[in-house]
């Protein structure tokens, strides 16, 4: 059992989490549910160790997303065609993919007049378990990501596996995950927007990346986030 000292850091750990110094934020923090995209943290470890919302389970035949103003997740639309994403995903809480981000990957694809999405950081966690549904907040270590664009926007994939999975738990880059599967997730984005026999398409990957180009990825985008969202601050890690 945890001692008295033990015991009075989770509690400091979890008035961080809650809204650090502001009574206010605290309060909010204990009587409704928070935000997935604004009142989840990062994680106190990140980059490196980040929590993720996840969004989609490999068994679901409709695609959710959070509603953005609301924070419940909502059906974006049916799968309208037989591919089904492999890992689970979903987004990286206080992220933001702004102009930070998108520099990083017009330098990475030595591109001209990238923007980026818009959006939370996305993020694709592999775990030997199965977990039955979305709506879910994991712990997750970044190993690497997807250099991806859609529409010209940047949309950055990050990598990740389940802190602690039996089976993709010691992996420590994208080069240890298995080929089929990283071939899977590969062919799941760029073609789940397309329609059969669709000979433009939208989306495409212009590269992969390792660890290290996660974590810088990360990282900027909690920048972005940060900048765009100052009233937020009091709910940041402190260290990041």
């Not at 015991?7 to 961080?16: A, F, M, N, Y």
């Not at 997807?146 to 990050?158: H, T």
Request: neutral net charge; charged residues 30%; glycine residues 10%.
């Amino acid at each position: 059992m945890k001692d008295k000292q033990e015991r009075r850091g989770d509690v400091e750990q979890t008035r961080q989490r809650r809204g650090g110094g502001d009574p206010f934020q605290r309060l909010l923090g204990l009587m409704f549910k928070a935000h997935p995209w604004h009142g989840v943290s990062i994680g106190e470890e990140a980059p490196d160790v980040v929590t993720a919302y996840i969004e989609i389970v490999p068994t679901d035949t409709v695609k959710y997303e959070v509603d953005k103003s609301s924070g419940f997740l909502k059906v974006d639309r049916p799968q309208r065609f037989s591919n089904f994403c492999p890992v689970y995903y979903g987004l990286i809480p206080q992220t933001y993919s702004g102009e930070r981000v998108a520099g990083m990957f017009a330098k990475r694809a030595r591109r001209k007049g990238m923007v980026g999405d818009g959006d939370p950081l996305d993020i694709c966690v592999l775990s030997e378990k199965s977990i039955p549904h979305s709506d879910i907040l994991l712990t997750a270590l970044p190993i690497g990501g997807l250099s991806l664009a859609d529409g010209g926007e940047a949309d950055d994939k990050i990598i990740a596996v389940m802190r602690d999975d039996a089976v993709y738990g010691d992996c420590t880059d994208i080069t240890q995950c298995p080929k089929a599967l990283m071939d899977r997730l590969r062919h799941y984005f760029l073609t789940y927007k397309s329609a059969p026999g669709t000979t433009q398409h939208k989306v495409e990957i212009t590269g992969v990346y390792g660890r290290e180009e996660a974590l810088s990825v990360i990282r900027a985008s909690h920048a972005d986030y940060r900048e765009r969202h100052p009233e937020l601050s009091s709910l940041w890690p402190k260290h990041l």
